[in-house]
């Protein structure tokens, strides 16, 4: 699952800022889990959204937004990548979405946030196996990104139902920090191997 960064050109960059920018991203994903459980996570279809919900919602694919242009500016590509231009615009329609469903109901939330899952976990499918013979130790990136289509799918289709709630997106990002740490490891395994420790 993704919370995800899609920039193939990163395959120029090196894999120690990726475990960077990943470690960064679990953190973030645990911060928001814990918030909205704290906060939201009974929230169910039919309910307006609080304001606490508002705002992690909204920040969720900003954050996804923000960490695509970090990924770039790693990868010293500008604004070329077209991959990484496509999952920009969709990290900050996302986030568009949001602010309309702030005004709406926690139904409405699930459904663009099911629907940003998907597409933005079939980009980072797409990047892992473009990655994978320059930076090596993609294969969690290609499962979460795999995971995302189908629990994006699974929460926009049960976006109505009355008993969806915002837990089942902190347990989207959950397993998106899990598989983020995975990639840090499998990262770092692969680059102790290279340099021979």
Do not use: C
């Not at 959950?174 to 340099?195: D, E, K, P």
Request: hydrophobic residues 55%.
């Amino acid at each position: 699952m993704t919370q995800t960064t899609v920039t193939p050109t990163l395959a120029t960059a090196t894999p120690s800022g990726l475990r960077s920018l990943h470690l960064i991203r679990v953190a973030f994903s645990l911060i928001w889990v814990a918030l909205v459980f704290s906060t939201s996570a009974k929230l169910v279809s039919a309910d307006e959204p609080t304001v606490i919900a508002a705002v992690l919602l909204f920040v969720y694919p900003l954050w996804d937004a923000i960490a695509t242009l970090l990924e770039r500016r790693m990868a010293s590509t500008g604004s070329t990548d077209s991959v990484s231009t496509i999952n920009l615009g969709l990290g900050l329609a996302a986030t568009a979405g949001m602010v309309v469903a702030a005004f709406s109901t926690i139904g409405t939330a699930l459904l663009v946030f099911g629907v940003w899952a998907l597409l933005a976990g079939a980009l980072q499918l797409i990047v892992a196996i473009r990655r994978w013979r320059t930076v090596g130790a993609q294969w969690p990136m290609a499962i979460s990104g795999g995971q995302s289509v189908l629990a994006g799918a699974g929460i926009a289709a049960m976006s109505a139902s009355e008993t969806s709630s915002l837990s089942t997106v902190a347990g989207y990002s959950a397993f998106g920090a899990f598989w983020f740490l995975v990639s840090v490891i499998a990262l770092t395994v692969r680059g102790r191997r290279n340099t021979g420790r």
